[in-house]
């Protein structure tokens, strides 16, 4: 890569370490940066100061080799003519932070607007890797708007167990198979826990096509990183050196002032929003993008998404969708094989500027695929439509399911008359949460069968708070012993990316702010309308009105400061779970200046 020459403007850091106006304020943000070796004269040589935005630490497994990838992004930045200061991001681990990783999206979102923001940087290596890592750098660089790259830490290794590959997936893929095995008595608890940890091989964020690898190959798909960046294998050679080309990267795009407004443009949401249907992407993605796009000045809803997403074919052969892992998916030529067949047959925008400094369709001139059986040609998909389905009706005004969950076991099971009105009836099963959930759900009373719908309610945003992944629900054991492994589910939560199961998921308005899922009871006949994408509870508006009448809503406890100040602004999932009072403060840097000095 070619050294970039210098720019003659101003950069931002110069605001602190040379500022005519206040020599005694310089004087003093100079002195505390010097006590570790740094000189005056590097600070004041008018070099970037690039801030590298470190996700990774003890608690946030997945990114934890940004610890030491950040020797090579640092080394990157010197190289390019940089200055590198790493910092800590708060961390966001999937499976480790209660109540959910997802409420502290946007507090992870909201220090790191005030650490881009009121810091010396003139811009910023996000690492990313575990699920919510990416949508809280690339929310808070699109608000800040100083120039940002995105270096993804990778996926683990694949997992094997006994000669198979087992993907590792947060909450997700390997257990939900594990946990029917072991309740059918297929496997014993040993051997469950051994499944499980064989699926997590190697450093790395999880290896299936969960919301991890499927946020930063649309973080690629995006623009926002180097080409090729997303797949790499956490533990490969290849993943250190993109660390140093993302570093040295990062300074020129500062001498070129290559902001997040310039690269994620509308056409940047629709190339990512193609590439998320045909990387059979997450059912969190579409919360994550919407809530970039709308911090970055882009309007963008779930109509958007059926509308560019819902006919493109999935073409990765990777589970949950398909059979392969992570590592894989690399050899198979990762993003950049993916986006040349869809940029080939007119898919993509292929003008669209990225942060390498060319266009996709430049960026993409040698990358082909490599491997068709993990890569697949878009006349052999892997499933024929890969997007959203957005459901509405009388029990909320969003809703969506993934297009691929529509099965031909689920047509022949709910739609058993090609050419037949795309309708059905189901009978509710509702449940307040995951621990009424997992307290009844084996109850025989319930009376549980095929024909029945699995309700989760108050697991939105506010209701959990900060909306859980609990809408994937299990069957009862005994259906499961009748050879029925999945029945539909709906819920105002969210599912995990690895799930397989036919949800209606992120419903909003959820049931915690008045939503009318609140007055659904067990019992109630759901009528699904697949022609016309709705749901509808088969009730009279009297009778709705009269169980409103009738309604207490649950108290909300809020069990720290921040849950409190979370639910007081924060928006639905359709809109992508952003902090409403947040998403009016765009491009700081161009709106607001500089900060005031600190003394
Ligand atoms: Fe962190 Fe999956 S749990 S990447
Ligand atoms: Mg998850």
Known sequence: MPLTTRTTRKLRSQAWWDNADNPGMTALYLERFLNYGLTPAELRSGRPIIGIAQTGSDLVPCNRHHLALADRVKAGIRDGGGIPFEFPVHPLQETGKRPTAALDRNLAYLGLVEVLYGYPLDGVVLTTGCDKTTPACLTAAATVNIPAIVLSGGPMLNGYHHGDRVGASGSGLVIWQSRRLLAAGEIDPDEFMERVTASAPSIGHCNTMGTALSMNSLAEALGMSLPGCAAIPAPYRTRSQMAYETGRRAVAIVHEDLTPRKIMTRQAFENAIVVASAIAASTNVPIHINAIARHV?????????????????????????????????????????????????????????????????????????????????????VAARGGLFVMSGNLFDSAIMKISVITDEFRARYLPHPGGPAVFELRAVVFDGPEDYHARIGDPGLGIDEDCILVMRYAGPIGYPGSAEVVNMEVPVALLEKGVTALPTLGDGRQSGTSDAPSILNASPEAAVGGNLAILRTGDRLRVDMENARVDVLLSAEEIAERWARYTPPPLEHQTPWQEIYRSTVGQLDSGGCLELAVSYQDLVHTKGIPRDSH
């Not at 560019?308 to 198979?332: C, K, M, Q, S, W």
């Not at 030529?333 to 993509?348: K, Q, R």
């Open 297 to 381: 000045g882009v309007a963008l809803s779930n109509q958007d998404w059926q509308r560019v997403g819902a006919d493109i074919p999935v073409l990765t052969n990777v589970a949950p969708a398909g059979e392969f892992l992570g590592e894989d998916f690399y050899r198979a030529g990762g993003v950049p094989a993916v986006m040349w067949s869809l940029l080939t047959a007119g898919l993509l925008h292929g003008d669209a500027l990225t942060v390498s400094g060319r266009t996709v369709a430049e960026n993409l001139e040698n990358a082909p695929p490599v491997d068709p059986a993990v890569i697949r040609p878009l006349h052999e998909p």
